[in-house]
């Protein structure tokens, strides 16, 4: 925000309080003008003092029936929004209207004899209170004027004297002593506080200004926190290191308001800076060339932890590049260090086409930002650290198995040519020694098979691009198909209930992974129950969701085998028993998928009951159900 | 009647021992050869009737290269006359990796895929069908 409009704002505060005391000025009159009315009508019944009744109840009367009308001009100037220069004006007015009744009160109660000349210090302090000290100064001479040509008036009989009776035991108004000393004392009373006031007031408006300008300043602020702090939201939503720092530069130009910012970031020699993040800066700007310390005394200075504020490029040493900023329309620069746990990350700067942008606020403050992006960018490179440890190693789990997959099928085929009595006749008991050997190169071959899957899964995040919508029914119904003989054979009964609607369920996924998930599944929960048992399997749409449920009646899985059950090679004891030869790889790989395809899995199961495994999907097109 | 011709295209000795066996004791004629040239060389010089071959043999395509070479539409083709001939492609290549393959009429002139290990019946039953066709 600029600080004219800042001033502005102060003023347009100011002056709605001024606003507010016209009202105030109004209210104060009603009393006033019944005030007046009533001393008027109760000095001779209650004091016996005689006062010229008729001229100072009409006074009084004026005094209210002009109120009356400021009061229905002020109802109509607020709903119309008037200026106040309007009610400044209007105030004049009042102050003048004011005066004259004052005036003709204190004439028709005893001029310089009546008690109400010490009114007039109210009307005094009002004006010094509510106009510039030259309009208040001249204010006070006026009623200085006015009291003084009374009292002269009346002393040389020029106006008649009209005195309250029986308040004086003899007249004072022609004793000279008397009408010079209220005069002097009058005069000076007035002037001092005139101009007492308005020192006070004046303090109290510049005061006023102040704390105007502070509440502004504190909205700023308040405004930035808000701003950073939701930037600091956007930024931590991610681990992701690119993302993080594309959110950065762009969250802290949009929170600084400046025209661009850019984070750079040392590189492993510590020798040079490497731009990884812009905002609001041109491809050639980008392009002026690398950025050496040995060259760029400004980054060293904020590699070494100081906050640089360059506040004209074109008047700077500091600069590597001073000629590609001027072109660039940069003026001014400001720069923080990022620093992270053990050492400097590299430097986070904002750019301004302003010259002498940048404050010393602005400082704390992008410094406040640079130290919450430090530790969200020193997560983000930790997190892709183990990203790419993880992936490294799958890369070699990958290798390593698939070298080894190529000999053990052979091996296996050849043993198969044997037991199947293409290569002569064998022995009984070669031929049970040799069925044991190709069973456990079977075990040997899945074990292999899974773990590339594994491998495979987690060698790079699923994109997006990869996965295309899939008919979830279809497959779930192909993998039914494939168990429908087993199942038979093992005496159960196999069930697939699906929704009844026009049109396909779409998800998005990779079709062969989606089938590994439901063939690993249905196929657990066909080995796992035993003969004369129920494997059903319920395709539904629940909450917004494609949701797979594979439920079966039997051997369950121990509480004590639930945590683990996920985890790579994993068995539960009761799994080990019923059957030696799985790998503890099928439920990971099926987690590993589901997950990727954005999806959720969960289990439940009774030991010696039954177990039920859910899987849902989020659906990118559901059908028209019936 | 002559028995059908097979073709196996393998660089791996035992495997193609594997798909011999069973083969020879059906009763089809095989010949064999272990690289990409080779087998280029045998299907002029034996003629099958089927050729099996192997997906990866010196680079990851070298075995779809001898199936495009094969199954050409070119009429100038100096393998025109096989490219009716049926090829069955073993592939070792598991279904996860960033190549997945389908037979598929533009894409690849292959008639049928068998994941290895291959179960001699499989390979017996996939044969049969193919010859037959």
Not at chain 1, 137 to 147: E, G, I, M, T
Not at chain 1, 264 to 287: H, I, M, N, P, W
Not at chain 1, 293 to 306: Q, T
Request: hydrophobic share 45%; proline share 5%.
């Amino acid at each position: 925000m600029s600080s004219d409009t800042a001033s502005r704002r102060t003023e347009s505060l100011v002056e709605a309080e001024w606003i507010d005391s016209f009202g105030w000025l109004i209210r104060l009159r009603w009393v006033a003008g019944v005030g007046v009315l009533l001393i008027t009508l109760t000095v001779k019944p209650v004091f016996n003092i005689q006062v010229p009744l008729q001229p100072l109840l009409i006074t009084g009367a004026a005094l209210l029936i002009y109120n009356l009308c400021f009061f229905l001009v002020e109802r109509q100037l607020k709903r119309n929004l008037a200026s106040p220069e309007t009610y400044l004006r209007l105030g004049l007015w009042q102050v003048a209207l004011d005066w004259l009744a004052m005036t003709l009160l204190i004439h028709f109660s005893g001029g310089i004899e009546s008690p109400a000349i010490f009114f007039f210090i109210f009307h005094i302090v009002i004006a010094s209170i509510f106009y510039p000290p030259r309009i208040a100064f001249y204010f006070s001479v006026l009623a200085v004027v006015l009291l003084s040509s009374i009292a002269l008036l009346e002393y040389f009989s020029i106006l008649p004297h009209q005195p309250a009776v029986g308040f004086l035991r003899e007249p004072l108004y022609q004793n000279p002593f008397y009408v010079a000393g209220i005069l002097l004392f009058f005069i000076s009373t007035a002037l001092i506080v005139a101009y007492l006031v308005i020192r006070i007031s004046d303090r109290l408006r510049r005061r006023e200004h102040e704390v105007v300008q502070l509440t502004e300043n504190l909205q700023r602020a308040s405004a930035r926190l808000q701003a950073l702090n939701e930037g600091a939201r956007t930024v931590n939503s991610t681990l992701e290191l690119s993302q993080v720092l594309n959110r950065l530069v762009k969250s802290t130009a949009e929170v600084m308001g400046v025209r661009a910012c850019s984070i750079r970031l040392l590189d492993k020699e510590r020798k040079r800076l490497e731009t990884v993040a812009t905002f609001g800066l041109s491809q050639a700007y980008l392009e002026k060339g690398p950025i050496d310390l040995e060259s760029n005394p400004l980054a060293r200075e904020v590699l070494d932890g100081k906050i640089v504020n360059v506040p004209d490029v074109r008047q700077t040493t500091l600069l590597q590049y001073p000629d590609w900023a001027v072109q660039e329309g940069i003026s001014s620069m400001l720069s923080a260090p990022l620093v992270g746990k053990n050492k400097t990350l590299g430097i986070l700067r904002l750019y301004s086409e302003e010259k002498d942008h940048f404050t010393a606020d602005d400082e704390t403050f992008l410094a406040a930002i640079a130290a919450q992006g430090s530790v969200a960018i020193e997560n983000a490179m930790a997190y892709q650290a183990i990203e790419d440890l993880d992936a490294n190693k799958s890369t070699f789990v990958r290798m390593v198995t698939h070298e080894l997959r190529s000999p053990v099928s052979v091996t296996r085929s050849l043993l198969r040519t044997i037991t199947a009595g293409y290569a002569g006749d064998v022995s009984p008991q070669q031929r049970d020694i040799l069925e044991r050997a190709s069973r456990r190169t079977d075990y040997l071959q899945k074990l292999i098979d899974d773990l590339l899957d594994l491998a495979a899964g987690k060698m790079k995040e699923t994109q997006q691009g990869d996965l295309e919508p899939v008919v979830l029914e279809e497959v779930v119904q192909r993998v039914v198909n494939r168990f429908t003989v087993p199942a038979q054979e093992k005496q159960l009964s196999l069930e697939y209930r699906k929704p009844t609607g026009e049109g396909n369920l779409l998800v998005l996924a990779i079709p062969e992974d989606l089938d590994r998930v439901f063939n690993n599944l249905v196929s657990n929960a066909v080995k796992y129950t035993l003969p004369h048992g129920s494997v059903t399997i319920t395709l539904s749409i629940y909450q917004g969701e494609a949701r797979v449920s594979v439920e079966d009646t039997g051997i369950g899985i121990p509480e004590g085998a639930m945590q683990h059950l996920f985890e790579e090679f994993y068995r539960a004891p009761n799994a080990k028993e019923l059957d030696r030869e799985g790998t503890g790889l099928g439920l990971t790989i099926v987690k590993d998928i589901v997950t990727r395809f954005g999806g959720q899995i969960s289990v439940r199961s009774e030991p010696g009951q039954g177990t039920c495994f859910t899987v849902t999907f989020p659906i990118i097109k559901a059908p028209r159900m019936k | 009647m002559n028995p059908k011709r097979i073709l196996i295209v393998d660089d791996d000795p035992d495997q193609r021992l594997t798909l011999r066996l069973p083969l020879v004791n059906a009763g089809y004629a095989i010949s064999e050869a272990t690289s990409l040239e080779e087998g280029l060389n045998a299907v002029q010089k034996d003629k099958p009737d089927l050729i099996i071959l192997d997906v990866m043999m010196d680079t990851m395509t070298s075995g779809f290269q001898f199936a495009l070479t094969i199954h050409s539409n070119d009429p100038k083709s100096a393998y025109k006359e096989f490219h009716k001939t049926p090829i069955v492609m073993l592939t070792s290549i598991h279904s996860k990796t960033p190549m997945r393959f389908r037979p598929d009429e533009d894409y690849l002139p292959v008639e049928e895929f068998l994941e290895k290990p291959v179960e001699p019946e499989v390979l017996l039953e996939t044969v049969r069908k193919h010859l037959a066709g």
